[in-house]
Antibody
Framework: QVQLHQSGPGLAKPSQTLSLTCVISGDSVSNNRATWNWIRQSPRRGLEWLGRTYYRMRWFTGYAVNVKSRITITPDTTKNQFSLQLNSVTPDDTAVYYC?????????????WGQGTPVTVSS | QSMLTQPPSASGTPGQRVTISCSGSSSNIGSNTVNWYQQVPGTAPRLLIYGNDQRPSGVPDRVSGSKSGTSASLAISGLQAEDEADFYCGTWDDSLNGYVFGTGTKVTVL
């Protein structure tokens, strides 16, 4: 059974870096028929895609335009996981963060979600 | 980040049919397939419809999706109490080079 398990602190101070990790079981971060995404959800912003990493003969990343200057998503093949770093956080980054697998085939869709990590940005 | 437009709420009595619309543009719905996600409060979203009108295994056939031009729709017939949830459409946006979600619709079973 494929599962995603998230870990990381639920509290960050303004201007600091938010770091979360997603461990994959039952699949591989190098699966060339998947992408590995971070999505967040807040009452004000709704569901918001942040970015992804994926392997197609080499590693690729892609980020949402509104966080592109502050975000890094990194795969780790030795631990079969991928991580999110979001720099210079503000209270507006308060949200539930999800790691999500996207199945890539004739059509693409988010088919597997982590349990979610509530993150509060506050001093 | 741009979002797709959905009505904030929809409701029906048990057994009725509910339809949710999702409006976008030529760079997102007009160019790519649409997926729908169901979310019970306090849990992660789950895939309900993919590729405009395909149901994953485990989703009953009383749930259906369609797409026309720059809009998509989700229909739930034979409404049941267990259908109470929030529903979101989503698709890739070629202009933003990113994924966009709808604003979400809360379905209430009266």
């Amino acid at each position: 059974q494929v599962q995603l398990h998230q870990s990381g602190p639920g509290l960050a101070k303004p201007s600091q870096t938010l770091s979360l990790t997603c461990v994959i079981s039952g699949d591989s971060v190098s699966n060339n028929r998947a992408t590995w995404n971070w999505i967040r959800q807040s009452p004000r912003r709704g569901l918001e895609w942040l970015g992804r990493t994926y392997y197609r003969m080499r590693w690729f990343t892609g980020y949402a335009v509104n966080v592109k200057s502050r975000i890094t998503i990194t795969p780790d093949t030795t631990k079969n996981q991928f991580s999110l770093q979001l720099n210079s956080v503000t209270p507006d980054d308060t949200a539930v963060y999800y790691c999500v697998r996207e199945d890539v085939g004739p059509t693409t869709y988010f088919d597997l979600w982590g349990q979610g990590t509530p993150v509060t940005v506050s001093s | 980040q741009s979002m797709l437009t959905q009505p904030p709420s929809a409701s029906g009595t048990p057994g009725q049919r509910v339809t949710i619309s999702c409006s976008g543009s030529s760079s997102n719905i007009g160019s790519n397939t649409v997926n729908w996600y169901q979310q019970v409060p306090g849990t992660a979203p789950r895939l309900l419809i993919y590729g405009n009108d395909q149901r994953p295994s485990g989703v009953p056939d009383r749930v259906s999706g369609s797409k026309s031009g720059t809009s998509a729709s989700l229909a739930i017939s034979g409404l049941q109490a267990e259908d109470e949830a929030d529903f979101y459409c989503g698709t890739w946006d070629d202009s933003l080079n990113g994924y966009v979600f709808g604003t979400g619709t809360k379905v209430t079973v009266l």
